[in-house]
């Protein structure tokens, strides 16, 4: 079992930046591909970013490229998300996932889930 733990979420103004944590404890993350997802009130949950095991290979939703920017220190066993130019749609619960694959993008193959951390965006 791994137990996740975002950090860092909270209240910006719009074309601002946060950058968001995850980490897990007592397990390391090395051996799993990780993602961020997010979900805001009365939609579903959807894919926000994903990397690899060895953070070679990232993918990201349209939504976000170029705006955000995930990445992890396998050494500080740590998943971040770096979020610039935030929009008021960005505004969501989001959530740490790890895979047992080496990257993905299905919220389905993701086996462990943080609690989330909110993420409010005010225009």
């Known amino acids: 079992q791994v137990q996740l733990v975002e950090f860092g979420g909270g209240l910006v103004q719009a074309g601002g930046s946060l950058r968001l944590s995850c980490s897990a404890s007592?397990?390391?993350?090395?051996?799993?591909?990780m993602g961020w997802f997010r979900q805001a009130p009365g939609k579903e949950r959807e894919f926000v970013a994903a990397i690899s095991r060895g953070g070679g290979i990232t993918n990201y939703a349209d939504a976000v490229k170029g705006r955000f920017i995930i990445s992890r220190d396998n050494a500080k066993n740590t998943l971040f998300l770096q979020m610039n130019s935030l929009k008021p749609e960005d505004a969501a619960v989001y959530y740490c996932?790890?895979?047992?694959?080496?990257?993905?993008?299905?919220?389905?193959?993701?086996?462990?889930w943080g609690q989330g951390t909110q993420v409010t965006v005010s225009s």
């Open positions: 996932a790890a895979t047992r694959q080496v990257v993905a993008t299905v919220l389905d193959l993701y086996d462990y």
């Open positions: 007592e397990r390391t993350l090395n051996p799993y591909g």
